[in-house]
């Protein structure tokens, strides 16, 4: 398997533009998540889901973020419109069942300007 | 207050010598318990599982005490190859059957000649 996959692995993009960031979790994985990591905040979870199920979105900073698992193979975390702020690296993981280990994507470096 | 707190360092300690990081949790409900490597500019992986016992992985030891809510994690004889961060993972599963992963900020070790 080449494990979790993200993309795009660097995005820069102006104040006001919608961004889409995308994972395809390990197949066979029954739960994903999403991150974001600053130096300020450390890795803060965003939302994560299970069987493709929206479980806790509650990390989610406003409502310019949203995120959907429209299959067991993908989800999207979209920005809309993006601002500074928003700056960070995120990150996709996934799960196969409780207590076992998360595996992370690559992640994306996403830059506001 | 965080869920997961961590000291964020850095610790610098000389190549051989022994380093520990603790990590205090907050919610008791929490389950299941682990420690993750990160290194500069890349994704998190999981380095230990943490189980009640105490557990012993060659130079590495990782503890639980439960009554405290506090995780640690010992480093003995440190390598250069050891300096990164260190994240301290707590799991629970509020919705019944999905894992939530909460990260500390990290703890970051840089191990010199």
């Known amino acids: 398997d080449a494990g979790v996959i993200q993309s795009p692995r660097h995005e820069v993009t102006e104040m006001g533009q919608e961004v889409t960031l995308r994972c395809k979790p390990i197949?066979?994985?029954?739960?994903l998540f999403w991150y974001r990591q600053t130096m300020m905040r450390g890795l803060e979870l965003l939302i994560y889901?299970?069987?493709?199920?929206?479980?806790?979105d509650s990390g989610m900073p406003e409502d310019r973020f949203s995120a959907k698992m429209p299959n067991a193979s993908f989800s999207t975390l979209k920005i809309q419109p993006s601002e500074p702020r928003d700056s960070a690296v995120y990150f996709c993981?996934?799960?196969?069942?409780?207590?076992?280990?998360?595996?992370f994507g690559q992640g994306t470096r996403l830059t506001v300007v | 207050r965080k869920e997961v707190e961590q000291d964020p360092g850095p610790f610098n300690v000389p190549e051989g010598a022994t380093v520990a990081f603790n990590c205090t949790y907050s919610?008791?409900?929490?389950?299941?318990f682990f420690w993750y490597r990160q290194d500069c500019r890349k994704e998190p992986k999981l380095l230990m599982s943490?189980?009640?016992s105490g557990n012993e992985d060659g130079r590495f030891t990782a503890q639980l005490n439960r009554a405290s809510q506090y995780i640690s994690l010992l480093i003995r004889d440190s390598k250069l190859s050891d300096s990164a961060t260190y994240l301290c993972?707590?799991?629970?599963?509020?919705?019944?059957?999905?894992?939530?992963?909460?990260f500390g900020t990290g703890t970051r070790l840089q191990v010199t000649l």
């Open positions: 993981a996934s799960i196969y069942y409780l207590n076992t280990e998360a595996f």
């Open positions: 197949s066979g994985h029954n739960s």
């Open positions: 889901f299970n069987n493709n199920v929206p479980i806790d």
């Open positions: 919610n008791s409900a929490s389950q299941s």
């Open positions: 943490v189980y009640s």
């Open positions: 993972v707590v799991n629970r599963y509020p919705a019944g059957t999905a894992s939530k992963l909460t």
